[in-house]
């Protein structure tokens, strides 16, 4: 290179450097951060409601407290692995974390009922346990001895029961099926003859197309459709029973929350209930579009689990939810409020939601 242009090159990555100092500068008048946050995720970079929910509870918060609380959010892998955050909050190498809790089984059986319950509580019900009833008490508790606190940060809404190429008409035609299923549900699923696979959510299109699988969950229309799912599979099941209103969390280290000015923890629980509602509410409404894309111009077949399918799965999901409480005080101390609240605002919906649907 002749040294001139070696000097014209330079001149211009000094320019370019000196452009994005600029754009990247903070606005004149922005107050000084007095305290910074790393926060890391489970989710793929830019993961529609799961990742952007993250980064825009973090927008939330540095704007509620006037730039004077900043929150940095990785995705997966980028500073920890998905399935470190939950270690790397708790032991204090980052302050904040989300998930969904359900991944922390290995951890604590209970945390599996804060995310999603077979059978159980859909969001409508699981939020009134959380804010209504004991649900984010007993969480505080389940994840105090991981020097966590919990709190609710979304809610993807009902989930779907997957994608087959084989039709469900039978319960015996779950044997056999190799089958990407997280949680209690892929449990429930192995009692069906069912292998189960925990593939994750980047891998879950080429496994299914190659035949690694033979059958996904994910999360719903929306998010399924983006994942290309209906290219590779036949029959869209329904509905999500062992995901009827998954919650999404944030975590915090314990030390690092409670060591925060009162109006900043203020502002963190305003931030985490208001990105919920934004969840809740966005992922429904995309669902529908979605949904009416997938079955109008992908000619997907959108097929209901036949009922006496359903049975089956209850009865092995009572199993699953017994022999784990049998094992694990903690998990039968929250098992046996959920199952209370999800009796007694069942007597509630019979003659509320389901009188009067939403349609
Ligand atoms: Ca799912």
């Known amino acids: 290179m002749q040294r001139r242009d070696f000097l ?3 001149g211009l990555g000094a320019a370019a450097a000196a452009a994005a100092t600029l754009v990247g500068a903070p606005k004149a008048r922005a107050a000084k951060a007095e305290i910074t946050w790393k926060m890391v995720t489970t989710w793929p970079p830019k993961l529609p409601y799961l990742q952007t929910g993250v980064e825009r509870f973090a927008k939330r918060v540095e704007e509620m407290s006037g730039g004077r609380f900043k929150i940095r959010v990785y995705a997966a892998g980028e500073l920890v692995p998905a399935m470190g955050a939950f270690e790397a909050v708790g032991n204090g190498t980052v302050e904040a974390g989300s998930g969904a ?33 004991n649900g984010l008490k007993l969480w505080e508790e389940v994840y105090a001895p991981f020097n966590l606190v ?63 699988i033979d059958a996904t969950e994910w999360v719903g229309p929306l998010h399924d459709k983006l994942l290309g799912l209906h290219k590779v599979a036949k029959y869209y099941y329904y509905p999500g029973w062992h995901e009827p209103g998954t919650v999404l969390e944030a975590f ?61 799965l209850k009865v092995y999901s009572k199993e699953v939810l017994d022999e784990i409480t049998a094992a694990d005080p903690i998990a039968k101390k929250v098992h046996d409020d959920f199952s209370k609240f999800q009796k007694q605002i069942g007597t509630w919906a019979t003659v509320a939601d389901k009188a009067c649907p939403r349609r």
């Not at 779907?160 to 299923?181: C, H, P, S, T, V």
């Not at 209690?184 to 003859?193: D, E, H, M, R, S």
């Not at 925990?198 to 891998?203: N, V």
């Not at 923890?265 to 009416?292: F, H, P, R």
């Open 8 to 10: 014209k090159k330079a």
């Open 150 to 212: 919990p709190r609710p940060l979304g809610n993807t809404g009902v989930q779907m029961a997957g994608w087959f190429n084989r039709k469900i008409e039978k319960i015996e035609d779950f044997q056999g099926l190799k089958m990407r299923i997280p949680g209690l549900g892929g449990k429930v699923l192995a009692k069906a003859g069912v292998t189960v696979t925990l593939t994750p959510g980047g891998e879950i299109f080429t496994n299914l197309e190659r035949g690694v």
């Open 101 to 133: 809790a359900y991944y922390w089984a290995g951890k604590s059986q209970a945390a599996q009922w804060f995310a999603a319950v077979p059978f159980g509580l859909n969001p409508a019900g699981i939020s009134s346990w959380l804010w209504g009833g």
């Open 252 to 312: 915090f280290n314990k030390k690092a929350y409670e060591a925060l000015p009162a109006e900043f923890k203020a502002i963190i629980d305003v931030a985490c209930t208001e990105t919920y509602t934004w969840m809740i509410s966005g992922t429904d409404a995309e669902n529908g579009a979605a949904l009416l894309e997938l079955i109008e111009k992908h000619k997907v077949q959108v097929l209901p689990l036949p009922g006496p399918v359903m049975d089956k």
